[in-house]
C-alpha cells in the first residue's frame, strides 16, 4: 500500500500496489479505511508511505 502525506496530516492517493491471496473487494475494503483519515504530521511535505502489512484468518 502507498499513499502521500501532507501538511495536513491526512493519507492522500492510498493505493493498493500488490496484495496476495486477498480478494480485490477486501483490497478495496482496506484502502477505503485508510483513505483520507488522520496518520499524524509528516516530517517534509510531502512524505511518500509504503506499508506492507499481512492479514491472518483467526484461529
Given at each position: 500500500?502507498?499513499?502521500l502525506v501532507r501538511v495536513r496530516g491526512r493519507?492522500?492517493?492510498?493505493?493498493?500496489?500488490?496484495?496476495?491471496?486477498?480478494?480485490?473487494?477486501?483490497?478495496?475494503?482496506?484502502?477505503?479505511?485508510?483513505?483520507?483519515?488522520?496518520?499524524?504530521?509528516p516530517t517534509a511535505d510531502p512524505v511518500g508511505?509504503?506499508?506492507?502489512?499481512?492479514?491472518?484468518?483467526?484461529?
Amino acid at each position: 500500500m502507498t499513499f502521500l502525506v501532507r501538511v495536513r496530516g491526512r493519507a492522500e492517493g492510498v493505493e493498493i500496489e500488490s496484495k496476495k491471496g486477498v480478494t480485490d473487494e477486501a483490497a478495496s475494503c482496506i484502502r477505503l479505511l485508510l483513505k483520507n483519515k488522520a496518520v499524524g504530521a509528516p516530517t517534509a511535505d510531502p512524505v511518500g508511505v509504503t506499508v506492507t502489512f499481512s492479514l491472518e484468518r483467526p484461529r
